[in-house]
């Protein structure tokens, strides 16, 4: 049996997953697309899978909310691009980043291709992330929109 636990905004230390699997067919039914008829197992361990993808590809604004909890949100000290504290809380953007990511596993490809095609690019402090080969694949690169107010940014003199 697939282990799947939804962070709830209380910190648990066995969450799998940003998003529950009603959450994760609302969102792409408001889209105008359909998931419903895969097997329940198989939506939680994609929701698994990009829930880990979001949490080891950037390095986050602020820090995790305990020493104890599973995933990196909630955060503490977190505020958005219109000023909103996103603090002990994980954030909609962050969700809806965890169901374009699961959305392209349920489709038949892998994030780990995705990653491949995610470059960093360093000279000194400064450091680049951005898609190679032209341009990230559609719901990927929308994932990493929506995960941009939350990306730390390097800061130079403070």
Request: aromatic share 10%; proline share 4%; glycine share 8%.
């Amino acid at each position: 049996m697939i282990e799947f636990v939804v962070e709830d905004g209380t910190y648990k230390s066995d969450a799998t997953s940003y998003v529950s699997v009603a959450e994760f067919l609302q969102y792409w039914e408001n889209r105008g697309k359909f998931y419903s008829d895969q097997p329940v197992a198989t939506i939680q361990a994609k929701l698994n899978i990009a829930t880990q993808y979001i949490d080891n590809l950037h390095v986050y604004e602020g820090q995790k909310s305990t020493t104890t909890q599973a995933l990196q949100f909630p955060r503490a000290e977190v505020i958005d691009r219109n000023g909103f504290d996103e603090s002990g809380v994980v954030p909609t953007a962050v969700k809806w980043a965890t169901c374009e990511a699961a959305a392209y596993e349920v489709d038949g490809n892998t994030l780990e291709e995705a990653t491949e095609l995610i470059e960093s690019k360093s000279m000194g402090p400064v450091s680049v992330r951005f898609g190679s080969r032209g341009q990230l694949p559609p719901k990927i690169g929308k994932a990493e929109k929506y995960l941009g107010d939350f990306v730390a940014q390097m800061r130079v003199g403070r």
